[in-house]
């Protein structure tokens, strides 16, 4: 079974500039989430998708931040403009009904 | 407000057994998970409990007691593979199956030495 695949791995741009990240969720699985992780820190919840509904986005923050899932396969996260407090490990996950969260690797940002 | 608690780090030798305690406070409880997390790399599953007792799978093992809002991961026989960050998570009351939110602790630092 083919795992959360993401891309890019890693990004580099300057404050003010825009970034996309990409997920592909594991084949069959509904609930899709992204998550921002801070270097020593826990994953924290950006949004949560169930197929292409918007199920929490309560901590994205939509001045500059949007995701959307098209037909509730693949997602796609973008920041514009970034701010350095942006970089950070976005990470995507997928679960099915059963709950357990499977993680893709990971884009590590970095924003100069 | 909802919260998780648990040690921000803990160390151990090589053999040895260590034990990762969380105590939740969440408006309501679905289950506690763990996860690991090595540097550099995606948190992984590791187990889930959803009702009072301890589950084992292998040298790891989790324990749920829902009177006392706590939990801990056992791992025993450690291993210097074992070194990572260990993060305990709860779905709690808000939404329904799975799309109920889950709550994450900040995670411990394991560190093994030999």
């Known amino acids: 079974e083919a795992g959360v695949a993401q891309s890019p791995r890693y990004k580099i741009i300057e404050k003010r500039q825009s970034v996309a990240f990409w997920c592909n969720p594991i084949s069959g699985h509904a609930t899709l989430y992204w998550y921002q992780q801070i270097l020593g820190q826990g994953p924290k919840l950006l949004i949560q998708?169930?197929?292409?509904?918007?199920?929490?986005d309560s901590q994205l923050p939509k001045d500059r931040f949007s995701a959307e899932r098209l037909k509730g396969v693949d997602s796609t996260l973008k920041i514009q403009p970034a701010k350095l407090e942006d970089s950070a490990v976005y990470l995507c996950a997928s679960s099915s009904v059963a709950g357990e969260l499977f993680f893709g690797e990971g884009s590590r940002l970095t924003v100069l | 407000g909802q919260s998780l608690e648990q040690p921000s780090e803990v160390t151990a030798v090589e053999g040895a057994i260590v034990q990762i305690n969380c105590t939740y406070q969440?408006?309501?409880?679905?289950?506690l998970s763990w996860y690991q997390q090595h540097d550099g790399g995606a948190p992984t599953f590791l187990s889930y409990?959803?009702l009072d007792g301890l589950e084992e799978t292998g040298r790891f093992s989790s324990f749920l007691s829902r009177s006392d809002s706590y939990g801990y991961l056992l791992l025993q026989e450690l291993q210097m593979k074992d070194s990572a960050s260990y993060f305990c998570a709860v779905r709690d009351e808000a939404g329904a199956g799975n799309n109920r939110k889950l709550i994450w602790g900040l995670g411990t630092s394991l560190a093994v030495n030999p």
């Open positions: 969440t408006s309501g409880f679905y289950g």
């Open positions: 998708f169930q197929n292409n509904g918007v199920v929490d």
């Open positions: 409990n959803a």
